[in-house]
């Protein structure tokens, strides 16, 4: 039943904040705020999530917000967690309005001046009915000797703060984080002879592919020579030629008749072949003409 509550949980943070990037799936999510200063929550679900609450992160670090200690989103909704109650979705969706409408601001390291505007935020919203919380229950606890040593000794307070269900489970959830953060280097660094087999493989079929292309290209030239050689307008214009070739030639010959060059059985031969192929020539011409055989679109 955990599990399947847990699953219930993420899809809510699914649903109503569609552009959470799911960086380990079922441990960490990030949830953008903005594209400008590449600033996200990143949400963090314990090993024992939903019994215990999430921890919720502010990124980049260092950031200035009534809601923010120590870059820890402090709402007031999760030290009341409840794993039946409470909605992961709705809480973050909340959180991401409160920051897009209030940003944090940078911590100014140089000045002990707040930045300006910045308290003019109103704080967060206090509950009307405090719930219990146990780190308060521990300190009231405490006799006033014990609150005055804590008070006085650096020491004894560590030792004190270390101690705190709240802390330990804080660190318990950094260390989860970092194991996921190496766990997905890691997995990332697996991929790396595959990624470089794959880029090898692109820069091969690039080469290939230009070369194929050059090919192409000489093929397509000698295509466009052929088309040329016999496109309609150069079989008309060699028809032409031929047909005005035919009757100059035969027209030599009747001249070299009349100049005496010939006799008659030699002139009406050869006068007679080149007629032929002449008036063989012209018919052909004519007709392609009167039919427009030769009309092309190239």
Known sequence: ???EQKRQQINSLLAHNPTT???VDGQIYEVPLSSEDNTFLLINLPAHFPEEPPVITLTPTGMRHPWVEGDVIM?????????QQSNLGLLVKKIREEFMARPPAKKNNNSEQPTEGYNSRPPPPIPANIPSNPEYNTIARLSPEEMEELVQNETAFEIFF???DRVKNLKTFQEELRSGNETLAHKNLSREDQLLKLRSEVES???????DKLEFERKEKLQNEAFH???AATVLTRLKASAYESDELSESVAQSFLDGNLDNESFVKQFREFRKVYHLRES???RAQKDNLFVSSY
């Open 1 to 3: 039943m955990t599990q």
């Open 21 to 23: 990037h799911v960086a």
């Open 75 to 83: 709402h007031d909704a999760l030290p009341s967690w409840q794993p």
């Open 162 to 164: 270390e101690s705190l």
């Open 205 to 211: 079929l690039e080469s290939k592919f230009k070369m």
């Open 229 to 231: 050689r016999f496109s």
């Open 284 to 286: 052909k011409l004519e």
